[in-house]
Nanobody, 121 residues
């Protein structure tokens, strides 16, 4: 089994910053893409950013310039640095990881439980 555990969420003042972390553990042979998604109350889950094993990144257009995704492959951890936060950023932030548990085995997508980020007004 593979587990993803997010941390770093909380209440942030307008214009503040947060750094989220997501650590993967378990029976992991290789992690391909890791990503962050968010789900605001009453809305669908949406892409925030993804990062491939080689470092190629992809960002939601609406968030470019305010966020940075990075990863530490040795620690099996992905990070999300968010700046200039506002109440509109309030959501549960989820990480995911595309993982294979053995050579030649199929990839599978795993999700964390989420961490709450609240931008105060």
């Amino acid at each position: 089994q593979v587990q993803l555990v997010e941390s770093g969420g909380g209440l942030v003042q307008p214009g503040g910053s947060l750094r989220l972390s997501c650590a993967a553990s378990g029976n992991i042979f290789f992690i391909y893409v890791m990503g962050w998604y968010r789900q605001a109350p009453g809305k669908q889950r949406e892409l925030v950013a993804t990062i491939a094993s080689g470092g190629t990144t992809n960002y939601a257009d609406s968030l470019k310039g305010r966020i940075t995704i990075s990863r530490d492959n040795a620690k099996k951890t992905v990070y999300l640095q968010m700046n200039s936060l506002s109440p509109e950023d309030t959501a549960v932030y989820f990480c995911n990881a595309e993982v294979t548990t053995g050579r030649g085995l199929p990839r599978r997508l795993y999700w964390g439980q989420g961490t709450q980020v609240t931008g105060s007004s």
